[in-house]
């Protein structure tokens, strides 16, 4: 049997293409396909800050002459405070310096094993991911408050003469 087969044009691709697209986006086309997870736009390493370290750590076989701290997403930090509060929990208080940091290029203990200078700068850079976050300060609050009545009244209450 002869078949005759003709290609399509690309607008009867786009055609086509759109209309799959709409179906998967309505939940149709026979399997449901989950959109692709969200990305950030824009560059990436604007996100990160790496810090060069005066005294490098070597631990396990590795030299860390630098640490990059990338600012984390709300799921990491989420993950990152409840391993934290399960170590916690777990092993008391002090526990927390046992817990790697997933937005931190060194482990734990290497973050420990710092130099004091090399390790306040770590904590500046973390510091200023941070405060950024936070709630506006008052003096940088912008605020709607009434402004007072300067008008003035006399000690019984009514409005003193030439106001």
């Not at 990160?48 to 709300?74: A, D, H, M, Q, Y």
């Not at 405070?81 to 734990?108: S, W, Y």
């Not at 004091?116 to 973390?126: K, N, S, T």
């Amino acid at each position: 049997m002869d078949q005759i087969v003709k290609a399509l044009t690309p607008a009867e691709i786009a055609v086509i293409e759109a209309r799959e697209a709409q179906k998967q986006a309505e939940g149709g086309g026979g399997g449901k396909m989950k959109p692709p997870p969200p990305k950030f736009i824009g560059d990436e390493e604007d996100r990160k800050t790496t810090l060069v370290l005066e005294f490098p750590v070597e631990w396990g076989g590795l030299t860390f002459t630098e640490i990059t701290v990338t600012r984390p997403t709300i799921k990491v930090w989420k993950a990152y405070t409840r391993a934290v509060a399960e170590a916690i929990a777990k092993f008391g208080p002090d526990a927390e310096d046992t817990v790697d940091q997933p937005f931190i290029t060194a482990p734990a203990v290497v973050i420990n094993s710092l130099d004091f200078i090399d390790g306040a700068r770590l904590e500046g850079v973390i510091d200023g991911f941070f405060d950024r976050a936070s709630l506006p300060n008052e003096e940088t609050a912008e605020t709607s408050e009434v402004p007072e009545d300067t008008s003035s009244t006399s000690d019984s209450g009514e409005p003193s003469p030439g106001s």
